[in-house]
């Protein structure tokens, strides 16, 4: 079909390995267990290919769809079981490395594009599909190429090691770091580099097979991952199914060397993989524009039994002779944020003083957007903001609120107000209702402020809230950072609590005024004095409502 001109969309199952190498070995299925049902192999034949609109993240709202809780298909104690298996084998010579997986499963119903949508938005990846295959749906948000062949030429890109997100950019940098710096990750994606050169060796002209990167980094919504890049030339007249002969399933999801660990792999794991560790992806008719054929490597990937209303999630990771199980745990409930994250559309902000000398911490204010735009993949012309800045700046020597506004898509917009002084002291209540310090959104000024006007409307006899996180430790309040001073000293939470790290607090801390450490809300009542403060209104006083604590008028 795909030589007459059709277009060819579909998936094959893990399962298919066998067909292209009888040296495979697979779990069987069991049928009894309808997820089981997803055929090895499904293709839908197109006469078209049709242009669409990238995902726009839902308005708030309700959820169009529900999900159970994803329970895992093995216990904590199995899992720890298996690592230390896979180290026995490992020690006895039967493998290097062993891609070990497990399977969540939930109960769904509602609609599938709808989180499909989520999940797409909560990775950013490059290779998403959504496939509908009649009583199933494919929901993949994979960050994987397994390979894309343009003319004759083919292009591979392992990913093996993943470590989290930081959640505001200096931790994110060191997150990243760590990773290029693993030499267990290296080792294990360098190791799966050898077996595709291998593999692709069988179906390239000699000589041809290439590294072009190894081990490079590429950031996703909740995670760093390490890729390397292998590109050959392909023999002449090599076909798409030559191609899956000689890479199927790739390297990256089973290990090395790739026919005896997928045996350990089939005797240890609880269940077939199904679509998870296959492939997805299409074949384009000759002479079209888009490559001859590309496919993804099917992690990240939710199958979805419309009949029984039953969803599974497979995830794992590669386990070598240094792999711990428990950062290998860790690593796991990372790759599987994606199903849980419900990102709804916001845009960056930041606000700006304004008086008769012109902005205050201009520079400091744009360096937060900036780097906030760049963790978010959100476009951001740096020059262009301080232009409209400039040209919309508030006229007059009034004290003003200027608010610049940074949407994904690189648009921005200014809005001033003039400032009215808040009478002080600022009178502040302790809400309960805990932030989680986890939550990326904390350490990023958005326009998604619901956390902080649900707990400030529970106290509206008081000017603003100190909000606490799961720990018990003190955070923020709704509009600024917040000082409390014990011995003499003041002191203001540290961003690991879960803050904003504001200009004017980080100001202070530059200058000596201010240092860091963990508060406790049930310190609060032996302060000295209590402070709040950002950029506009500056540094404030503040008293606990009921409470008999002295304010400071200013620091010490």
């Avoid at 993240?57 to 104690?77: C, I, N």
């Avoid at 010579?93 to 509602?110: C, E, F, M, P, W």
Wanted: aromatic share 8%; charged share 25%; proline share 5%.
């Amino acid at each position: 079909a795909v030589a007459d001109g059709a277009w060819a969309d579909g998936i094959l199952s893990y399962e298919a390995a066998p067909a292209f190498d009888r040296a495979l070995t697979v779990r069987r299925r069991e049928f009894d267990d309808p997820l089981r049902l997803l055929p090895l192999l499904w293709f839908g034949i197109f006469d078209r290919r049709e242009e669409m609109e990238p995902a726009e993240p839902r308005q708030e709202g309700p959820t169009p769809f529900t999900v159970s809780r994803w329970r895992p298909s093995v216990s904590r104690k199995d899992y720890d079981a298996a690592i230390d298996h896979i180290h026995e084998r490992i020690g006895a010579g039967d493998t290097y490395q062993v891609n070990y997986s497990l399977r969540l499963k939930a109960s769904i119903s509602g609609e599938t594009h709808e989180m499909y949508r989520d999940l797409a938005l909560a990775q950013r990846g490059p290779f998403n599909v959504y496939l509908d295959a009649g009583r199933f749906r494919i929901l993949s948000a994979s960050p994987e190429l397994f390979f894309r062949i343009e003319d004759d030429n083919i292009v591979t890109r392992p990913m093996k090691g993943t470590i989290r997100r930081g959640r505001w950019p200096e931790e994110d940098a060191v997150m990243a770091e760590r990773l290029g710096a693993s030499e267990k990750d290296r080792a294990e994606n360098l190791m799966i580099v050898d077996l595709i050169r291998n593999d692709l060796g069988k179906i390239a002209v000699p000589g041809s097979v290439d590294a072009t990167a190894l081990c490079d980094l590429e950031r996703f919504e909740t995670v760093w991952q390490m890729t390397s890049t292998i590109e050959a030339k392909l023999e002449a007249g090599t076909s798409v199914t030559d191609v899956l002969g000689a890479l199927f399933p790739s390297g990256s999801v089973t290990g090395a060397p790739k026919p005896s660990t997928m045996k350990i792999i089939a005797d240890l794991e609880a269940d077939p993989r199904g679509a998870y560790c296959g492939a997805i992806g299409y074949l384009a008719p000759p002479g079209s524009d888009m490559p001859r054929a590309s496919f993804n490597v099917a992690i990240r990937t939710v199958v979805v039994d419309q009949e029984e209303g039953v969803a599974e999630y497979g995830v794992g990771g590669g386990i070598t002779w240094d792999s711990n199980s428990g950062s290998e745990y860790d690593e796991v409930r990372a790759k599987a944020e994606v199903l849980t994250i419900r990102r709804r559309d916001f845009a960056l902000f930041e606000t700006l003083l304004h008086d008769a000398d012109g902005y205050h911490l201009f520079d400091e204010h744009l360096d937060r957007l900036e780097a906030s735009a760049a963790h978010f993949g959100f476009t951001f012309d740096r020059a262009a903001a301080q232009r409209e800045l400039v040209m919309r700046a508030p006229q007059g020597s009034g004290r003003h609120r200027v608010r610049l506004v940074a949407e994904r898509d690189g648009s921005i917009r200014v809005e001033h107000q003039p400032l009215a002084p808040r009478p002080q002291p600022i009178r502040l209540a302790v809400c309960e209702a805990a932030v989680d310090s986890g939550d990326v959104l904390l350490f990023h000024k958005t326009t998604h402020r619901g956390a902080y006007e649900q707990r400030a409307a529970r106290h509206p006899d008081c000017d603003d809230v100190i909000l606490v996180n799961e720990r018990g430790e003190i955070t923020e309040t709704s509009v600024a950072n917040v000082a409390v001073q014990f011995d003499g000293q003041w002191w203001t939470p540290p961003l690991d609590s879960g803050c904003l790290p504001g200009t004017m607090r980080r100001r202070l801390l530059e200058e000596g005024k201010l240092k860091e450490r963990v508060i406790a809300s049930s310190e609060l009542q032996a302060a000295e004095a209590i402070a709040v403060l950002n950029s506009v209104q500056g540094w404030q006083t503040a008293v606990l409502a009921g409470g008999s604590l002295r304010s400071a008028s200013a620091m010490g």
